[in-house]
C-alpha cells in the first residue's frame, strides 16, 4: 500500500477540479483519516465468504500521525504564546491598535487554525466589518476559485460547492418537494465592489448563471476582502507544495509495519495450538479442552500437541526499521529528529537552535507564507478597512479611521530564549564592540533587546533616551 494506492480508496467527484480532490486526501493525512475509507479492520484476516484478505486492504490498527506532528510543532514556533510577532509602524500609535485588535478578534488563534489547515497546499480568509467592528474566517481551498489581476493584485474569489435541496430549503431558497433530494451548486463569488450571490442550480443543468439580487451584497471596498495564503510559495499562486506530502509514502509503512508487530506479539502472547495424532479422540462427540493444566488435551499414544511460537527476534529488527524510517520521514519533511531522552541537562537557546535547525528552517519558511504574505496583509487590510468604512473600524470600543499601514512590518521573538549566561556574554560583547566603535548604542540595543525576546526592539532606544532625560 502506497499513497497512490491508498488515494484510489476515497471517492471522487468528476465535477470538481482535480485540485479539489487532491487538497481533500491530504486534508485526509492531516486529520489522520486516510484510513478511514478501507472498510476491513487489520486484525481481521478472512472475509465472511472464508477468503484470505490481503493486508494492503486492511486498515492498520497503530496510525503515527507523524505528518500532523511536524505540522503542529512547526505552526507552535510560528505562532505560538511566545512566538507570536510584535509590529513596528510609521505610525507609533498604530502597533498598539494592530495588537488590540489581534486580541479582540482571536488573530493568534485563527492563524494558529490557518497555518495548520494551509499545509495541504493553501488556506485563505475571509475579513468582514459587522457594525464595523471586523470578522475573521478561515476558509480551506478545495471549494474557492481565486483570480489575480497582471500585477498580483487579487481580483475575486469564486467558491462552489454542492448542496442539497433539503439544505437550501432551510436557508429560505423556494425548493419543489421533488428536489428536496437533488443536488444543486451552490456559488458565490466576491471581486472589488460586491459579493454576488448566484440562484442555486441543478448540477446536471451546469453552474449557475443567473445572480440573485436580493441576497448579495455591495461593499464598495474597492479590493478583494480575501487573504490568500500559499503554502511555501510566494503571492499570486494558487495552491503552494504541501508540508508533509513526501513522506506520505514513508508514514503508511511505518503505520503497517508496526500494526504488523503489534498483530505479531499479540499472537506470542497466544500462539496457536497444533495436534497431530492417529485416530481422533475426539471422534464420539466429545469437545477438545483448553486452558491449563486442569483442562488438559486427551490424546492417542502416537499424538502430539505443540504450540506455533515464535521468537523475538523479528521485533527487534521491525522497531530499528521503524526507528529509521522516522528519521526518514522527518528528514523528508524537515521535522524534529531531536530524542527527548536526549536532553539531560537544561540546553542553551543558541544549542536548542542547533537541535532543532531542520525544524526552525520550515518555520522560517513559514514565516513568510503566514507572516509576511498572510498577517501582514490581514494587517494592512484592516487599515483599508478604516479608509473605508464610514467612521472607521471599532477596536477595543474606540474608533480609528483612515489608519495608515506606511511602513507596517512584523517584528518575530526568537524562537529560543536564552539564557542568564548568554545574555551576559552579549552584553559584554555588545558593550566592548560600542567602546572599539564597531556598531552604536543604538544598535546595540536593539540587537540585545531582540535576544532577550523583547515585543519591539527598535523602541527600547527609545525607551532609554526617555528615561535619560528624566
Known sequence: MDWQELKKTYPRDPDLPPRAHDLAALGRVLAGTQYDAIPNPFGTEYNGAGEYIPLARRRPSVRTNMCR??????????????????????????????????????????????????????????????DRHLRFQVHDTLYLTPQWDADGTL?????????????????????????????????????????????????????????????????????????????????????????????????????????????GLKYSADPRLVIRAGADPYADGTPASSGGAAAALTLPLDGDAKLLEINGDAAGAMRDHYRELRASVMEQIH????????????????????????????ADRMRLSYGEYGLLALYRMACRFSQVIAGGIRIGGVDYAGLDPAGLALQWPPYFPGTEAELAQLAQGLGAAVQGGFVSRQTACAIFAARAGCPAPHAEWARIVTESQT
Open 69 to 130: 506532528a511536524v505540522v503542529d510543532d512547526a505552526v507552535s514556533l510560528l505562532f505560538g504564546a511566545s512566538h507570536w510577532p510584535a509590529t513596528v509602524a510609521s505610525d507609533p500609535a498604530l502597533p498598539a491598535i494592530m495588537a488590540q485588535m489581534a486580541a479582540e478578534t482571536a488573530l493568534p488563534a485563527l492563524m494558529t487554525q490557518a497555518a495548520t489547515r494551509g499545509s495541504v497546499g493553501s488556506v485563505a480568509v475571509l475579513v468582514e466589518a459587522v
Open 155 to 263: 481580483a475575486s474569489v469564486t467558491e462552489r460547492y454542492k448542496v442539497t435541496g433539503a439544505i437550501l430549503l432551510a436557508q429560505g431558497w423556494p425548493i419543489a418537494p421533488d428536489d428536496m433530494g437533488s443536488v444543486f451548486w451552490w456559488q458565490r463569488v466576491w471581486d472589488r465592489a460586491d459579493c454576488h450571490v448566484y440562484i442555486p442550480q441543478r448540477v446536471d443543468a451546469g453552474p449557475p448563471a443567473r445572480v440573485d439580487a436580493t441576497r448579495g451584497t455591495h461593499h464598495g471596498l474597492g479590493f478583494v476582502p480575501w487573504v490568500w495564503m500559499a503554502n511555501l510559495a510566494a503571492p499570486g499562486v494558487m495552491d503552494g507544495s504541501c508540508t508533509f506530502a513526501p513522506a506520505i509514502d514513508t508514514v503508511i509503512e511505518c503505520d503497517y509495519l508496526l500494526s504488523q508487530a503489534g498483530r
Open 335 to 362: 521535522g524534529n529528529r531531536a530524542q527527548a531522552d536526549s536532553l539531560s541537562a537544561p540546553t542553551s537557546g543558541r544549542a536548542m537552535e542547533m537541535l532543532y535547525q531542520p525544524l526552525l528552517w520550515l
